[in-house]
């Protein structure tokens, strides 16, 4: 896949979430250089110069209130979400900020729709449920269980540290004291822990036993270190029958802090 663009993407149905969306999205753009493009799905031709419309008065209230000039997309289609991951798919945003309000009846069965949009694709999205807290990210919390993720998690933390120096990286990591594969990620991360201190960036290892490694225990961490987002990765999701018994990651985007979650491909090379 070719390499990101310099985009990040909000889907915009001009509900309140919506709003809470675009300003996540208002202020990302503007923290780490990117180009904000707000993108309506219209269910009719009719409709689209109306939303059109609609949109350039909400360009111009972000120049006004962020001082930033987003660009503006209605797409026609009968189902939103599928014309998300078109679309997606084809601008290959650097970031797709998506708004999330629970899940409720059938909805548990069939999946969160928010992690079902980009399932099958590469590109990273945040899942917001609430407006951000503020403009800046100061506490971002990184669970890390497996040793693959070891060398992509740590050119996350790197990254979002060029652009939130003030950040705190809250870091989970297994104990170590378990299987052989666990004491040798336990010693990568002293490697990692001086890599980080070298280049001035503010770490805090949290060690957190694997077997109770749960989503809820990673929310209640989260709450701890008062975290402005939570980063994990997700994989492809082929078969309903994952949904039916309740992925850790569909906890943790409907987690009851309303903390941002960003979602990254393990095959991403964003981020």
């Known amino acids: ?24 999205g208002a202020f990302l ?20 110069p109306a939303a059109e419309k609609k949109l350039h008065f909400i360009v111009e209230e972000c120049n006004e209130k962020y001082q930033i000039t987003p660009e503006i997309l209605v797409r026609k289609g009968a189902h939103p979400y599928s014309v998300v991951k078109s679309v997606a798919e084809e601008l ?12 409720r009846g059938i909805k548990r069965y069939t999946g969160i729709r928010t992690i079902k949009i980009l399932s099958g694709t590469v590109i990273s999205f945040v899942v917001i449920q609430d407006a951000p807290k503020t403009d800046t990210l100061k506490n971002i919390v990184f669970p890390i269980n497996f040793l693959k993720q070891h060398d992509a998690k740590l050119k996350r933390v790197v990254y979002f540290s060029q652009y939130y120096p003030d950040a705190t990286m809250h870091i989970i990591t297994p104990s170590g004291k378990d299987t052989e594969k666990e004491k040798l990620l336990a ?6 822990a ?3 201190a070298d280049q001035k960036i503010k770490v805090n290892f949290i060690t957190h036993d694997k077997k109770k490694n749960k989503a809820e225990d990673i929310i209640e961490i989260a709450k701890n270190v008062d975290a402005d987002m939570i980063m994990i990765p997700t994989e492809k999701v082929s078969t309903l029958s994952k949904f039916l018994f309740g992925l850790r990651e569909e906890k943790l985007i409907a987690n009851d ?15």
Do not use: R, W
Request: glycine share 4%.
């Open 194 to 196: 001086k890599a980080m």
């Open 92 to 103: 290959n945003p650097f970031l797709v900020i998506l708004k999330h309000s629970g899940v």
């Open 29 to 48: 753009a503007k923290a780490i250089g990117k180009q904000l493009l707000i993108l309506n799905v219209a269910t009719k031709d009719k409709d689209i």
């Open 187 to 192: 010693a990568n991360f002293k490697v990692m």
């Open 257 to 271: 802090g309303k903390i941002p979650v960003l979602c990254v491909h393990s095959e991403s090379s964003v981020l």
């Open 1 to 24: 896949m070719e390499a990101p663009k310099n985009l990040i993407i909000v889907p915009f149905d001009f509900t309140p979430k919506a709003y809470q969306a675009l300003e996540h």
